[in-house]
């Protein structure tokens, strides 16, 4: 038999990751989602990916346009990801909520605190399931100083932080 759903999603469940808000604007509206379906891809040239459900609104979104960006998420962010990942939140004004500027080329939000953003412009769409895969190079990123700050991460559909050697 093969695996069912549940079984699938138990099993994934422990790949640990980190937290990424991926947004994007399009005719002047925010968009924005909770994602930890990102990967760097590339070197040369500079790519990554994040796969993105292909019922969500922020699917329709990301269709729209090429430029989107992406939040690496410090531990203090968990309400950030929550937020982004709430089902029927009010699309206008959802990055009201939090604290936000804008990528220098297309102006997507990039949320403040964040470990690290990314600027990218869509290289490749595939269709996967379920889900597609966009792949987008990146064209302007900007890295959190100091880089000892801690990065929100999620494991067995719960936050999690850092243990670091020492800590309690
Ligand atoms: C920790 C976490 C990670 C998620 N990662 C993804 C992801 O990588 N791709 C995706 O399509 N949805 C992901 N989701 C679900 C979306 O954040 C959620 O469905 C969101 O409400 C979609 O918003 P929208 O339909 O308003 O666009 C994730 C949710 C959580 C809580």
């Avoid at 937290?19 to 399009?26: Q, W």
Wanted: with cysteine.
């Amino acid at each position: 038999m093969s695996p069912t759903p549940d079984e699938f999603r138990e099993a994934v469940s422990r790949f640990a990751t980190g937290i990424t808000v991926v947004t994007c604007v399009v005719d002047g509206v925010d968009h924005a989602m909770t994602a930890n379906a990102f990967a760097s891809v590339s070197i040369n040239p500079l790519l990554v990916l994040v796969c993105v459900e292909r019922d969500s609104r922020f699917h329709d979104a990301i269709s729209a346009t090429s430029a989107w960006g992406v939040s690496i998420l410090a531990a203090d962010a968990e309400p950030t990801s929550r937020w982004f990942a709430t089902k029927g939140r009010p699309l206008e004004g959802q990055l009201r909520k939090s604290g936000h500027h804008r990528s220098p080329r297309h102006g997507v939000a990039w949320i403040d605190g964040a470990l690290a953003s990314l600027e990218c412009s869509t290289t490749d769409v595939h269709q996967a399931g379920d889900h597609d895969i966009v792949i987008g190079e990146v064209i302007e990123l900007e890295t959190a100083v100091p880089p000892t700050l801690e990065p929100l991460l999620y494991y067995r559909r719960n936050y999690r932080s850092l243990r670091i050697e020492g800590d309690e």
